[in-house]
């Protein structure tokens, strides 16, 4: 495993141990990140770059588990269970806040890719087939182990561009970055928001 990737990992385990040492009841983590779409614009209504996704779930077939190795019993179970990483109490409360705020938000699954390169055009319509709806390089791998830890997780993405091949244009850094600036007070406030009413 990556020694940066081991870093944040080890991190979300740090705030799962201070919350349990706080006698807190359960520790949360908000998420925030951007994503490629692999949906297809076919009408004007349809999803388009700068909107944010409510990540309901992710697809993570082809790398090593973060939980791989030795099991940290204080965490968790060898085998924990996937089926509610993103926790549907923090779902709803990111819709309620984005339509008091007038933020359109989509809701999706996240497909994860290792990168750190952009997906080929057939690995896009991979996704697309199994269920993504938007792909990306990160998030899969943090919430396994904020999940490991009985951790809370409310997972959004921004939409910053539309994945390979979906448009006849190469994808560029410029381009997210870009569309991370322009949703940032939209992205941002949303986040500042929930995180308020958690």
Request: glycine share 8%.
């Amino acid at each position: 495993m990556d020694d940066k990737v081991k870093e944040l990992l080890d991190r979300i385990r740090d705030t799962a141990s201070a919350a349990a040492d706080t006698a807190a009841d359960t520790a949360r983590v908000a998420g925030r990140k951007a994503g490629q779409m692999v949906r297809r614009r076919l009408r004007p209504h349809d999803w388009q770059a700068g909107d944010l996704m409510l990540i309901t779930d992710h697809i993570k077939l082809f790398s090593q588990s973060p939980l791989r190795g030795e099991n940290l019993p204080e965490f968790g179970v060898r085998f924990p269970d996937a089926s509610k990483l993103y926790t549907p109490r923090l779902q709803e409360l990111a819709r309620q806040t984005a339509q008091e705020q007038g933020i359109p938000l989509r809701e999706g699954v996240y497909f994860y890719c290792y990168g750190p390169q952009y997906e080929t055009p057939a690995e896009v319509r991979a996704a697309r087939i199994l269920g993504g709806d938007a792909v990306g390089m990160s998030t899969a791998p943090e919430v396994i182990v904020a999940g490991h830890c009985g951790m809370e997780v409310l997972g959004l993405t921004l939409l910053s561009n539309m994945a390979a091949g979906i448009l006849d244009q190469p994808l560029s850094e410029r381009e997210v970055l870009d569309a991370a600036e322009a949703a940032r007070e939209k992205f941002s406030g949303l986040i500042r928001a929930c995180l308020r009413r958690m």
